[in-house]
């Protein structure tokens, strides 16, 4: 069983789309059983913000239906995967509060993730976020978690609370595996060391899965490199240029070598504007397919609400035998 989680925050982008979401598609033919969520519980954490005023955004349900209708045109198939809203799933917070009590705190102190994005005000939401992850994960009892590079930590550290509860409980949960993406992690467009992201608030440094042609055109052309004119592949000393590349090789299915070779003796105009080109043409097809899909938006929640329904079979299930065995009246 596969299971995986995609956060309504602000828009999807080429790194969710290569590092983890076309890795569901081709995942959804190998026979297995995969759950696929939008996991709204965990964009809470970061709509808060406290400037001159206190505000929250509240955009959450058209973030959500819109992710869902890009999800779907990028391939996710309702019929074939369990796809639904966290939210609707209530087992998912109540998991997590139990998860809260079984282990001391400072096991989320070394989290990376809570390091990058903290600041002054940050809730106590962002600083539990990896729990709630853990309990989306063995909720499920997923074998393996396909997320992107950044996620692998969080995977690491549900793995500690399964030991834990096996071992406290004799239950016998699985182990959850992170499931590498060929395509691990893909940079900003302006700061080769920095991940591309949804919540970055400056909109040039990623590729949103819903940009026109000429902002792809645009973005690529004042994506950072750097002076030397050859195209090569060198991720200390030149991460921007790898980071194109690595973009290219992941949606021209070449290798980077045959990348490479392509353009030894081009230069990186022509390579932006060929990578342009093959970013805009794939993304231009989920554009057409979404914007179709959210024509009839009934339809799209109801189909979110059958897959919670099916979610929810293995969730109330799976923990029912957790909170018996930790020791509550159910
Ligand atoms: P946020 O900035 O709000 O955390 P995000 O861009 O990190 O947003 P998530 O919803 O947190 O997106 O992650 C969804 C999936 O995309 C996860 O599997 C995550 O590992 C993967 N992912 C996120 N960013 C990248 C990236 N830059 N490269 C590859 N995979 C990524
Ligand atoms: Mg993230």
């Known amino acids: 069983m596969y299971f995986s989680g995609i956060q309504p925050t602000g828009k999807m982008h080429i ?10 598609v081709k995942l959804q033919q190998t026979g297995n059983q995969n759950i696929y969520c939008i996991v709204d519980l965990h964009a809470l954490t970061d709509k808060l913000t406290i400037d001159h005023e206190i505000k929250f955004d509240q955009n959450t349900k058209s973030d959500t239906l819109s992710l869902a209708a890009t999800l779907i ?14 939210s609707h799933v209530p087992e998912h917070a109540e998991l997590q509060w139990i998860l ?71 239950l016998n949960i699985v182990e959850p595996q992170y499931l ?21 608030t400056i909109d040039g440094n990623r590729i949103n899965i819903d940009d026109s042609k000429e902002e792809i055109f645009e973005k690529i052309k004042r994506s950072k490199t750097d002076s030397i004119p050859q195209i090569y ?64 938006q009934n339809e799209l929640e109801q189909m979110l609400k059958i897959g919670s329904i099916k979610a929810r079979e293995i969730a109330s299930k799976n923990l029912r035998l957790i909170k018996e065995n930790i020791g509550l009246l159910v």
């Open 73 to 86: 045109a990028s391939g996710i198939n309702p019929n074939k995967s369990i796809f639904f809203v966290q």
């Open 180 to 200: 590498e993406s060929t395509c691990p992690k893909i940079m900003s467009l302006r700061d080769g060391n920095k991940k591309m992201s949804k919540s970055d």
């Open 100 to 170: 809260s009590c079984v282990a001391p705190k400072n096991w989320l102190n070394k989290m990376t993730q809570y390091k990058d994005k903290k600041k002054e005000y940050s809730t106590l939401g962002l600083y539990t976020y990896p729990l709630l992850m853990a309990a989306d994960i063995i909720l499920y009892q997923a074998q393996y978690v396909p997320v992107g590079l950044d996620q692998k930590q969080h995977i690491e550290l549900t793995r500690d609370y399964v030991q834990r509860l096996n071992s406290l409980f004799k």
């Open 15 to 24: 790194g969710n789309y290569l590092g983890a979401v076309r890795n569901w």
């Open 233 to 296: 592949f060198d991720q200390d000393k030149r991460p921007e240029i790898s980071n194109l590349l690595r973009i290219y090789q992941a949606f021209s299915n070449m290798s980077i070598e045959q990348v490479i070779d392509k353009y030894q003796t081009k230069t990186t105009v022509d390579f932006k504007r060929d990578l342009s080109e093959l970013i805009s043409n794939e993304l231009n097809n989920i554009a057409e397919k979404k914007k179709q899909i959210l024509q009839n």
